[in-house]
């Protein structure tokens, strides 16, 4: 019908300029028209799905009825450019610039630290900025809301929070250091200006509504426009028709029934993209008005299926106040679920229709709109009919019985009848932005003044293939009273018809299944609090489940003043902004994906193996060379030089030749002159296989085939076996912990630019160590290292993923750039990064522990064996440094450890900060918990026995003193006010049932530098200009760690230069060659003592002309020494410490220093639920004397945060075949702005020097995601009190992630021990527990 029609113009604006498309292609986002039609590349692509918000932008439209203009914040990444039409976008260029105006929101985020690597942070921005457009003065709880689909892995979000807080009506604290004017802590006598704050609110700029961009007037015109027309648009492979009646859309139903209906795209748009669903024809109705109209009658109100779920929220909260309390219950259940579904951008597309017709299985909206009896409008070219939502609405998954050519028109709300309650209740793997595990809507209905229940509905989500009805169980309650007895009749009746099979999709079925059963609890809780305000009931109630606490508190942030007598102009130990941060607030900051497409630039996309263990028999890349724009495939017969990696002694192939060894391994790459024809081109390779016998997956596995890397290490100090013998009490214990995905924000980028001549290559990549690229690019194309030049301008996080992988990745696409002699560039897809690059590695501990009744621990002997996958990568290395942190902070006098990497069919696992330091601490810390609850002491208690005291030794004959970790450990103590906090713990578990708290403190001592001594070195090279401008390299990079604010810092104040004349461009291998990684927590203390070096040279070297004019300025100095023909280019170097670890006498000092911790962390724990909130956490570390507070409390809390979603919230899920599936942010939770602690103080340990760190500083940017695990203690303690409320004491297993999942089932309640555990080994479960 459409074939060959000439398409329509499609009009819209971007930040205020005007633009027409003539052939616009409905497979085309706005993201990527953003980022590669406009080269507005501030806009970010994080997962292209929905689930990120970096790819956040503001769209405002004209509503000719109401004349008005809306602003709301959308996905730009799942947002099509045809259904742009008419309106405004405005993207973090449109918001404020570097050149014309920083805009307030942009000034405020950055100023106030809440952009560290700044991936994310334009994402940010728009959503704050768009809250502001809609609410000058926002709530906090607004702040909250707007920022909650914007994940961020580098701060955790405290400071994005704080610096949004400013714009807050609400009284806030003053951020004053160390005290809170709102707590009436800190101390009074010191006066307000000494101290310092880590920013300086009164310096931001108003924030002035008048100075935003105005609306486009000619939008206005065009939306005021009688009779509009339907528009069509035509792209290589689909069709875009948005009809402009509701005759037309129901015309073109009827002739196009297969084609979907698309709104807010948030279902259809994942699943083009995700599972390559294809459709030729697109209808969107976004411009019939009838779908979005409201009316209301007697019983209800009709509101139009077109209707965002934003717009559906608020006509829910205008109504609210119109009706008396009993006439709105549904109401009250569906806004309340609204509010929980997805984020607000998702919210502001998605459509009321949508979600109804989409039919997720675990749709939020379904069981409360099915439950609460409502009905859908139905239209086609047969007619109008009208349907209830109820059980036989749904027909399956992803079905229901609409038929192909009807449409939802709009849907009945009825208002609710006095005696009738009704409730949506939902429990998800994180609190908000996710979809829910399992979700509900209940209603009941009494006859009047009576407990008897004459009409109920149960519905729920997340337990079947589609939304159902629990009509047994209701059968089972109507008629009866509403009382325990029937209750408990209803909750066996539930079991019994909902059941699941133990290798349900989705697995977590025990869980699932008692969540049915917990939620209808909750429902009874608050069923019989409504009964009793209404005076039908006079019961004694069990106790009232009041939500969990969610208002973020202000925060302390406590550090070292300067000293009195430090220059104004010396930087050194002030809280100054990340360098970039404003560039990154503004758009500005380039990232490598940012660069320019140069003439002839090909992408390139990897095509991987999909099968876990097998030969490559076949591969067949005829089919995908034949597709529009792919250029060429890339084998490893292509490779000109070598084709293997080789680390700790065990070689890896770059691409997969005659077998592979898991899914997700790199076999060819397509190259083609776009993305899109590259992953088209990817798709279309065949590779056929023959599977080999018995893939090992699970560590359990490897155990029994022996299958490790070797070495295997052993350390142990004492006599282990002899000392049992002594002890009174011997535990042995295990607890499996799962592996994390680095999650940086910005995929695996890169692009290679051959210069043209010689075999020379420009490599711009974002890689923590742009060194071992440049080799392994040099050897791989077998040429010289000195025709590879590494370039990383900034890298968009790491998190040590950014290492091994990010140099393989480069070799392939250097070898498609070598090939194709053109510059190729590779940004991997979420789901492929995910996939193909690793992550931590998951361990299983076992360990023996022999303690006295005092408390004291005697003998430990502890056994890891960690989950490698198919390559070694650096796990050897990981599993040294597990050994080296056994001790954690206890004398054990007799103490072995054994480790063990275990050679799986899994993707290779690989380093991520902490290097195996949070695997070791969260086995040592359980060990130490059980000896406490084995004994029935406080957890606290016994590590203070076991805990180095005096001038100490480690288990390796490394002497240290442990004085200020105890300081730390004290300290903590005292500021989180542990005693009467952990009272006030015990007496409000005494109180509930249902909700337990718990409080947990955890010491740490980290060591510094590498064991492998020959990388503790680094370089510098200093230019000073003419004009007096210095420019510094160095051999770190910058992944939002401010290590190059840090040496901006260290060279100003060497050169007595403010900050501002130092500049740091990029880290290259062409100015500072053989460079170590940023790693290990050392790049500030080695590059920091290399640019020091260098700029004392320089210093020194300009002293005759200092001496000859000691008035002159800096530039006068400069420009002399020119003239006196003196060199203003220095290089500098460090030789770090000889460090060393001897395996066989198991001895060493493969430690520069340590830095210490302790953290102390009180949760709430849902025990019905699992879900929990931290509500406060207190961490106090011993940095020495920072460089730079602000930057050194970003990793604090940064690191921190990610160690809290290591264990509590991430997951990574493999199939019983070995396919990750967790390959994004909507499978994959990290930590959102709803998991940040409710007061989240963090203290820097005053008084403490290091004299084997740049001015006494020490290393932060690992030690601290080991203290996340406080929060896992806390959740143990407040589960462990549930347990014995149910008659259980003593250890308890308890792995991590504590996840909602297992807290829940830890708990026993009588609802977990309802369901019956399924047998092991009598299924295949749904995912491998490796
Ligand atoms: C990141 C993310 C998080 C999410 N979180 C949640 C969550 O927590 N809880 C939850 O319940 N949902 C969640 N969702 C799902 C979301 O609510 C639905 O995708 C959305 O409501 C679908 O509406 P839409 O307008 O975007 O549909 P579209 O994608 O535009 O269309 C979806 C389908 O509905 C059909 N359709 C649309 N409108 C009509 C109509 N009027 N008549 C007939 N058929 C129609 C289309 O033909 C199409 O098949 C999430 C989605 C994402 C991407
Ligand atoms: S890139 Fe759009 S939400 Fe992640
Ligand atoms: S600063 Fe937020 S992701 Fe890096």
Known sequence: MFAGKEGDVLCFFVNGRKVTEKHADPETMLLSFLREKLRLTGTKYGCGGGGCGACTVMVSRYQPATKTIVHYSVNACLLPLCQLHGAAVTTVEGVGSTKSRVHPVQERIAKAHGSQCGFCTPGMVMSMYTLLRNKPQPSMEDVTQALAGNLCRCTGYRPIVDGCRTFCQEADCCQANGSCCLNGEGDADEPEHERPRLFEKEEFLPLDPTQELIFPPELILMAETANPQKLTFHGERMTWVSPASLEELIQLKAEHPQAPLVMGNTNIGPDIKFKGVRHPLIISPSRVTQLFEVSQTAQGVWVGAGCSLSEVHSLLQQLLPQFPEE??????????????????????????????????????????????????????????????????????????????????????????????????LRQAPRKESSFPTVTTGMRVFFSEGSRVVQDISLYYGGVAPSTVSASKTCAAIVGRSWDDETLNRAYDVLLGELFLPPSAPGGKVEFRLSLTLSLLFKFNLEVLQKLRDMNVITDELPERMLPLPREIQPSL??????????????????????????????????????????????????????????????????????????????????????????????????????????????????????????KQGAAAVKIKYEDLPDPIFTVEEAIEKSSFYEPRRVIETGSVTEAFKSVDQIFEGEIRMGGQEHFYMETQSMLVVPVGEETEFNVYISSQW????????????????????????????????????????????????????????????????????????????????GFMKDGRIMAADIQF???????????????????????????????????????????????????????????????????????????????????????????????????????????CKTKCDYSSRRRAVEEFNQQNRWKKRGVAIIPIKYGIAFAESFLNQAAALVHIYKDGSVLVSHGGTEMGQGVHTKMQQVASRELH?????????????????????????????????????????????????????????????????????????????????????????????????????????????????????????????????????????????????????????EELKFSPSGLLYTRGPSQYKIPAVCDVPLQFNVYLLPDSHNPHAIYSSKGIGEPV?????AVFFAIKEAVAAARSDSGLVGPFPLDSPATPERACLACASPFTQKIPPSKPGSFKPWALNI
């Not at 001897?1142 to 962390?1161: L, N």
Request: with cysteine; aromatic share 6%.
């Open 865 to 971: 064996f960690t989950n490698a996958g198919n390559t070694v990568d650096e796990s050897v290395l990981v599993v040294e440094k597990i050994l080296l942190h056994i001790d954690n902070a206890y004398n054990i006098p007799n103490l072995r450890g054994r480790a063990a990497a275990c050679r799986t069919n899994l993707p290779s696992n690989t380093a991520f900060r902490g290097f195996g330091v949070p695997q070791t601490l969260m086995v040592v810390e359980n060990m130490v918990n059980d000896v406490a609850m084995a004994l029935g002491r406080p957890a606290d208690e016994i590590r203070e026995i076991n805990m180095y005291s005096g001038p100490s030794t480690t288990h390796y004959k490394m002497e240290f003193s442990p004085e200020n970790m105890l300081r730390c450990w004290e300290e």
């Open 557 to 678: 942030q406590e550090f070292q003043l300067v000293s009195k007598d430090q220059s104004t102009q010396d930087p050194v130990g002030r809280p100054i902004m990340h360098r970039s941060a404003i560039s990154q607030a503004t758009g500005e900051a380039v990232y490598c994906d940012d660069i320019p497409k140069t003439e002839g630039e090909l992408f390139m996309v990897l095509v991987t193996s999909s099968r876990a263990h097998a030969k490559i028999t076949e591969l067949d890349v005829s089919a995908a060379l034949q597709l529009p724009g792919v250029v060429d495939v890339i084998t490893a017969k292509d490779i000109p030089g070598k084709k293997v990696r080789t680390m700790c002694g065990y070689e890896e192939e770059l691409l997969a030749e005659a077998e592979v060894s898991c899914i997700g391994q790199m076999v060819c790459a397509v190259v083609a002159d776009s993305r899109t024809h590259a």
């Open 327 to 424: 006439r709105t219950e549904l109401i009250r259940a569906l806004k309340q679920q609204l509010e929980n579904l997805g984020n607000q951008q998702i919210r502001n597309v998605a459509t009321l229709g949508g979600n109804i017709a989409s039919a997720y299985p675990n749709s939020d909206l379904n069981p409360v709109l099915a439950a609460g009896s409502c009905r859908v409008s139905l239209v086609s070219s047969s007619g109008r009919r009208e349907v209830p939502i109820n059980q036989d609405f749904f027909v399956g998954f992803g079905k229901t019985i609409l038929k192909p050519d009807e449409i939802v028109t709009s849907v009945f709300i009825p208002f609710s009848r006095k005696g009738e309650f009704v409730r949506a």
């Open 1265 to 1269: 995601l080991s203290l996340g695990s």
């Open 1057 to 1209: 230069v403010p900050p501002s004349k130092v500049y740091i461009s990029e880290t290259s291998t062409s100015t500072v060659p053989n460079t170590c990684p940023s790693a290990a927590s050392f790049g500030t203390d080695a590059n920091g003592m290399a640019v020091k070096n260098a700029c004392q040279t320089l210093y020194q070297r300009l002293e005759p002309i200092r001496q000859k004019n000691p008035k002159g300025s800096w530039e006068s100095w400069v420009r002399a020494a020119f003239f006196e023909k003196i060199s203003l280019s220095a290089t500098g170097f460090h030789r770090g410490p000889d460090l060393y670890m001897d395996w066989d006498k198991m001895e060493g000092q493969p430690y520069a220093y340590f830095t210490f911790g302790a953290c102390c962390c009180e949760v709430e724990l849902d025990c019905l639920t699992g879900d929990c909130r931290t509500v406060r956490t207190d961490i106090v570390v011993d940095i020495g004397r920072s460089i730079n507070p602000s930057v050194d409390i970003g990793q604090i809390e940064g690191a921190f945060m990610q160690g809290l979603g290591l264990y509590t919230l």
């Open 770 to 849: 742009p060194t071992l690229t440049q080799d392994a690019v040099a050897e791989t194309l077998d040429i010289p290292s000195n025709r590879v030049t590494c370039h990383v301008k900034r890298i968009g996080g790491a998190f040590g993923g950014k290492v091994t992988k990010t140099a393989i990745l480069a070799c392939i696409t250097s070898v498609a750039a070598w090939k194709t002699n053109k510059a190729v560039r590779c940004v991997l897809e979420r789901g492929d990064d995910m996939l193909i690059t690793g992550a931590r590695h998951p361990v299983l501990g076992k360990y023996k522990v």
